[in-house]
């Protein structure tokens, strides 16, 4: 069974891929599904800040009891560039039956400071292309049992990792700037796809709650490129190749960059 959580489509792209090739049945956030008696579980979901998301490490805890009887997990984990310790992360979340880990280059999503943006559309589409053969690669050695890390890590993992994503988690994941600007036209596309039902609408608006994974759905995927995140978004790109795979038919997938 593949477990995935993904925000902008990306980790949807490799579990459905995955999922063509290994025959295994798909469960999307927030479902907890009963495994059968030894069960290969593969999860997959995107790398924040060099580790494994808050919401990621939330549903690991709820499904715990419905995985007692699975066999070997996997992590299959999308990021931009690099993972840092994130596997390790994982392993320690799944104890004893975590087996293999890996990651796939998928195009960066991340635009809420300053200094990261989305890819140059030529960058986007050659790490979709690299991704098709990579995801094979995965899929071929989870067949044959890998057992260990196949991770891109990168540079100062254990810095990104121990010190940059604790800090992360703490004071750079608050909903609290998310706001639409004047381009929004309150069509409530935002509010209807956030996986985490965390945006109302009131008086054609939306307000985010508490309750926010910072995927960046609601962003990505204004088609009027009208969510803003303070003054951070200002000039920032959309990503928006995966997006049909998260909202089927409610995807506008043209890309609009730096409108907000
Ligand atoms: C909050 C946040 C933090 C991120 N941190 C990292 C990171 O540490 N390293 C990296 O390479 N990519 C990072 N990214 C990019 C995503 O991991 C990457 O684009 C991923 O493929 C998105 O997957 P999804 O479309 O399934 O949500 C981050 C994205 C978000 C939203």
Not at 51 to 57: A, E, F, N, R
Not at 61 to 78: E, F, I, K, P, W
Not at 79 to 90: I, N, S, Y
Request: net charge positive.
């Amino acid at each position: 069974m593949i477990l995935v959580f993904s925000g902008t489509g990306n980790s949807m792209y490799v579990a459905q891929s995955l999922s063509r090739i290994l025959g295994e049945r798909v469960a999307t956030y927030p479902a907890i599904v009963q495994a059968n008696d030894n069960e290969r579980i593969i999860w997959c979901f995107p790398v924040y800040s060099w580790g494994v998301p808050p919401v990621v490490i939330r549903w690991i805890d709820a499904c715990r009891s419905a995985l007692t009887a699975s066999g070997d997990h996997y992590a299959v984990m999308t990021c931009g560039d690099d993972a840092g310790l994130t596997a390790r992360q994982w392993r320690r979340l799944i104890g004893a039956k975590a087996h293999g880990a890996f990651t796939v280059i998928m195009p960066n999503i991340y635009v809420l400071m300053r200094g990261f943006d989305t890819d140059p559309a030529e960058v986007e589409d050659a790490k979709i292309a690299a991704a098709e053969q990579r995801i094979a690669d995965i899929a071929r050695a989870i067949e044959t049992g890998f057992s260990g890390d196949d991770v891109t890590r990168g540079r100062f993992a254990f810095i990104k990792s121990k010190i940059i994503y604790p800090g992360f988690v703490s004071h750079a994941m608050s909903p609290k700037p998310f706001h639409p600007t004047e381009g929004c036209v309150g069509c409530g596309i935002c509010s209807r796809t956030c996986p985490l039902h965390n945006i109302s609408m009131k008086d054609h608006r939306p307000c985010w709650g508490d309750n926010c994974a910072q995927c960046l759905r609601c962003y990505h995927i204004c088609p009027h490129h009208a969510v803003a995140y303070g003054k951070a978004t200002r000039g920032k790109g959309r990503y928006t190749a995966m997006l049909h795979l998260v909202n089927g038919s409610e995807c506008d997938t043209k890309t609009n960059k730096g409108s907000v």
